[in-house]
Every structure is written in structure tokens, then in C-alpha cells.
């Protein structure tokens, strides 16, 4: 069984900087590739960001470069998500996933899932 948790949502004014983390549980995740997700009321889930289980490799939603940065300290550490500049239209559900497949230009979601956490940018 995996479990995926995700921490470090609140509410911030415009502008304003969060980091997010996921912690992984259950089966070992030294070499899982890892992303992140969110899914603002009303929309689709959408792609924000991977990361390689090395770490070396990142992928970003092109409308999303530049502001947010994906890491992993080491294969096994928690999977973090900084975000800086902050905008009311990041306002969302963030969470993070375990990939089926991640080529470096490509990610392909897999089946385990956070309970994911609530981002909220006030204007």
C-alpha cells in the first residue's frame, strides 16, 4: 500500500510565497518519479510539475515556469513544491502523485494519490 501526504497549503495575500511538501509511505520510493497536480473549483485536474527520482530531471507547466520550482533533497526524501509570486488564480486543490511514466518531456500520472492541500491567494 502507498500513501502519499501533502502539507504546507494555507492562505496567502498576492504575491506571497508557499512550499509544499508530499511524504511518501508504504512502499519504498527510492526510484519513483513524482509530480504535482491542482485542481481549482470548477476545472480539471492539471499538470504543475515532476521531478525525477534522482532529482536531476524537471518538468514544468509551461504557464507555471518561472514561478514555482520543484526539489527533492535525495531519492527518498520528501517531494517539495515552492511557489513564489503567488496569484489569485493559483487558488487550489495541490496534490502530489506517483508516475507511471516520466520521460523528461512527458509525465504520465499514476494511480497513488494525495489527499491533497488546500492553496488559497487572496487579492
Known amino acids: 500500500q502507498v500513501q502519499l501526504v501533502e502539507s504546507g497549503g494555507g492562505l496567502v495575500q498576492a504575491g506571497g510565497s508557499l512550499r509544499l511538501s508530499c511524504a511518501a509511505s508504504?512502499?519504498?520510493?527510492?526510484?519513483?518519479?513524482m509530480g504535482w497536480f491542482r485542481q481549482a473549483p470548477g476545472k480539471e485536474r492539471e499538470f504543475v510539475a515532476a521531478i525525477s527520482w534522482s532529482g536531476s530531471t524537471t518538468l514544468y507547466s509551461d504557464s507555471l515556469k518561472g514561478r514555482f520550482t520543484i526539489s527533492r533533497d535525495n531519492a527518498k526524501s520528501p517531494v517539495y513544491l515552492q511557489m513564489n509570486s503567488l496569484k489569485p488564480e493559483d487558488t487550489a486543490v495541490y496534490y502530489c502523485?506517483?508516475?507511471?511514466?516520466?520521460?523528461?518531456?512527458?509525465?504520465?500520472?499514476?494511480?497513488?494519490w494525495g489527499q491533497g492541500t488546500q492553496v488559497t491567494v487572496s487579492s
Open positions: 508504504g512502499r519504498t520510493f527510492s526510484t519513483y518519479d
Open positions: 502523485n506517483v508516475a507511471r511514466r516520466f520521460s523528461g518531456r512527458r509525465y504520465a500520472p499514476g494511480d497513488y
